[in-house]
């Protein structure tokens, strides 16, 4: 006789629950003061997250061509923190 998880591990449960914005702000949020620390925080915002897609507001040219050239880093980053691949992409 087998046991129950056996049979769960095989099994694999995905529920596609939906994804709210401010999952996504506060996840954008917190890997950002990670990465950049405050300053950071305070000159790269989330606007808003639709389709797929993150739309970013930066405090000027320098931070745009940080997060510009880390995009795939933070898509990647977030998609982590938040257990599936949902972000696609990022504008600035």
Known sequence: MKKIGHFLKK??????IPLDD???????D???????????AENI????????????KTGNSNWSNEVWL????FIDKINKELGFNEIKELSV
């Open 45 to 56: 915002k989330m606007e808003r997250f639709r389709d797929g897609k993150l739309f970013l």
């Open 11 to 16: 099994k694999e449960i995905s529920k596609k």
């Open 30 to 40: 917190k890997i950002v003061k990670e990465e950049y620390g405050n300053r950071g």
């Open 70 to 73: 880390n995009r795939q880093d």
């Open 22 to 28: 401010k999952s996504v702000f506060y996840v954008f």
